[in-house]
Nanobody
Framework: QVRLVETGGGSVQSGGSLRLSCAHS????????MGWFRQALGKEREDVAT????????RYADSVKGRFTISKDNAKNTLYLQMNSLKPEDTAMYYC????????????????WGQGAQVTVSS
C-alpha cells in the first residue's frame, strides 16, 4: 500500500521561503516518478514540479521556474520542494504524488496522492 505524507506547510510573508517534505512508504520509491502539485481555492489542481526516478531529470511549471527546486533523497524515501521568493499567488494546498508508469506532468496520470499541506503567502 502506497502512503505519502506531506509536512512543512505554513504561513509566510511575500519573499519568504518554505520547504515541503513528502515521506513515502509501501513501494520502491526510487523507481517512481514523483511530483508536486497545488490547488488554490476555487481553481483546478495544477502541476508544480516533477522529478524522474533517477533524480536526474526535473521539470517545472513556468510560474515557479527559478524559485522552486524539487529534489529527492532515496536513502530517506523523501521528496522535497524548496520554495523561495514566495508570492501571494503561490498560496494553495500542495500535494505530493507518485507515478509508477511515466513522468508526464499531468494530474490524471498520477495514481497516488498525499493528503496535502497548506501554504499561505501574505503580501
Amino acid at each position: 500500500q502506497v502512503r505519502l505524507v506531506e509536512t512543512g506547510g505554513g504561513s509566510v510573508q511575500s519573499g519568504g521561503s518554505l520547504r515541503l517534505s513528502c515521506a513515502h512508504s509501501g513501494y520502491t520509491f526510487r523507481s517512481y516518478c514523483m511530483g508536486w502539485f497545488r490547488q488554490a481555492l476555487g481553481k483546478e489542481r495544477e502541476d508544480v514540479a516533477t522529478i524522474d526516478s533517477s533524480g536526474r531529470s526535473t521539470r517545472y511549471a513556468d510560474s515557479v521556474k527559478g524559485r522552486f527546486t524539487i529534489s529527492k533523497d532515496n536513502a530517506k524515501n523523501t521528496l522535497y520542494l524548496q520554495m523561495n521568493s514566495l508570492k501571494p499567488e503561490d498560496t494553495a494546498m500542495y500535494y505530493c504524488a507518485a507515478n509508477p508508469y511515466n513522468c508526464v506532468a499531468k494530474v490524471s496520470d498520477f495514481p497516488y496522492w498525499g493528503q496535502g499541506a497548506q501554504v499561505t503567502v501574505s503580501s
